[in-house]
């Protein structure tokens, strides 16, 4: 069983910053054998990927958010995190976290390669 929780969501003005968590609950295979992800979803748009990384740390992120978003991952705590600087309207969003055993599906970002979600928190970014 895959569970995923997300955190660290709320309310901040233009160019704040918010540090998003997701903490994963996994049975054998563990936490740490699984690649993760950001995605965010607009009301009436599809989801997006925003971010991933790799088992080893590699990662990869949408050209929106190069340079202000960085992801990472605490094997150890089984924690993903999205650090998000220099916030702007349109990052408001709720944020999803998702899970995929081993590597990132060659079609990243692909909503349907992705068969762990958390919840969902909320980002909402003021002008």
């Known amino acids: 069983q895959v569970q995923l929780v997300e955190s660290g969501g709320g309310s901040v003005q233009a160019e704040g910053s918010l540090r998003l968590s997701c903490a994963g609950s996994m049975t054998a295979p563990p936490f740490s054998t699984y690649s993760m992800a950001w995605f965010r979803q607009a009301p009436g748009k599809e989801r997006e990927g925003v971010a991933a990384i790799e088992r080893d740390g590699r990662t990869v992120c949408t050209d929106s958010v190069k340079g202000r978003f960085i992801i990472s991952r605490d094997n150890a705590k089984n924690t993903v995190y999205l650090e998000m600087d220099s916030l702007k309207p349109e990052d408001t969003a709720a944020y999803y976290c998702?899970?995929?055993?081993?590597?990132?599906?060659?079609?990243?970002?692909?909503?349907?390669?992705?068969?762990?979600w958390g919840q969902g928190t909320q980002v909402t970014v003021s002008s």
């Open positions: 998702a899970a995929r055993w081993l590597n990132l599906p060659p079609n990243w970002p692909s909503v349907s390669s992705y068969p762990y």
